[in-house]
């Protein structure tokens, strides 16, 4: 797999032209990966919406990775459309991560939300095509936008959890601004965003922010 950069996740919310807008701007900006999320819609009303994104994003910035939360169907089917779809994002209840991998090739990026020490663990001891690509882990604190039933994991949590795995690790779970550069210190290989910049009046802005205090804090953990 070519190299990515994991320091900035953008988890989409809402399904309009803002949605897929914002989606482009996050990658002009560096985003390393766009995560496809749309719980509440249909599989013809989100197969729609993932193709709207890939399309912008790949004329926006053609290295940035986009990826479904949950739905391996709706990223296969996108991938045989022609879409510039990468892979899924998958939850523990979720297909397996082999079996994704089985569906949509193995060039496919699977990753795998793990946000307990277990979990991790778990995922660590994985070869093959049951290995994730990356993990994530959260809530940072507790999110309005996902409610996982787990206490939050904290800074102190993320250097445990980073320790326990060669994976990358990316944090998630309300991450704003004035924490990244703190989470960048820990052992993680990025963050994971939402409404930090899917609410924003200029993503792209609030973006490019983003990685400016990623950089800073990685610099200043060095």
């Not at 809530?139 to 996902?146: A, H, L, N």
Request: hydrophobic residues 50%.
């Amino acid at each position: 797999m070519r190299m990515i950069d994991w320091r900035l996740h953008l988890v989409t919310s809402g399904s309009g032209a803002d949605t897929v807008a914002a989606a482009a701007a996050a990658a002009r900006a560096g985003a390393g990966i766009v995560q496809v999320r749309a719980k509440d819609l249909l599989a013809a009303d989100l197969l729609d919406l993932v193709c709207r994104v890939a399309d912008s994003v790949a004329s926006a910035a053609p290295s940035t990775r986009v990826i479904v939360n949950d739905r391996v169907d709706v990223a296969w089917a996108a991938r045989r459309m022609g879409a510039r779809v990468h892979g899924v994002h998958l939850g523990q209840r979720d297909v397996a991560v082999r079996d994704a991998r089985a569906m949509l090739g193995a060039d496919a990026l699977v990753g795998l939300t793990a946000g307990t020490a277990n979990f991790v663990r778990e995922a660590e001891s994985r070869r093959g095509p049951s290995r994730p690509d990356y993990l994530g882990a959260g809530p940072f604190r507790p999110t309005p936008t996902k409610s996982v039933g787990r206490p939050p994991v904290g800074l102190d949590g993320y250097v445990a959890l980073a320790a326990l795995t060669s994976l990358p690790v990316v944090a998630i779970g309300d991450v704003r601004r004035a924490d990244v550069a703190e989470l960048a210190g820990t052992g993680v290989a990025g963050v994971a965003v939402v409404r930090e910049v899917m609410d924003a009046a200029e993503p792209e802005l609030v973006a490019r922010s983003l990685l400016a205090e990623w950089d800073r804090g990685e610099q200043g953990s060095v």
